[in-house]
């Protein structure tokens, strides 16, 4: 599966546990927004990260980094 931005689930214990799973995967930002809320929804208290190919874009520990449209 290809994609410009990849949404990463972390294990419990955060960034130091390391990725349990890479949940989805899109070549466009908007597309790859939403699933990233989606998981950070289905999955509350984890560790989720929107990636673009190896920098972060969001992280669900910090609400700030979220992109501007």
């Given at each position: 599966?290809?994609?410009?931005?990849?949404?990463?689930l972390f294990k419990p214990?955060?960034?130091?546990?390391?990725?349990?799973?890479?949940?989805?995967?899109?070549?466009?930002?908007?597309?790859?927004?939403?699933?990233?809320?989606?998981?950070?929804?289905?999955?509350?208290?984890?560790?989720?990260?929107?990636c673009e190919r190896a920098?972060?874009?969001?992280?669900?520990?910090r609400p700030d980094m979220?992109?501007?449209?």
């Open positions: 599966m290809a994609g410009r931005y990849t949404i990463e214990g955060g960034q130091g546990a390391g990725i349990e799973a890479v949940i989805d995967r899109d070549d466009l930002l908007n597309f790859a927004r939403a699933l990233y809320e989606r998981a950070v929804m289905k999955h509350p208290g984890r560790l989720v990260m929107l920098r972060v874009i969001a992280r669900s520990d979220m992109p501007r449209l």
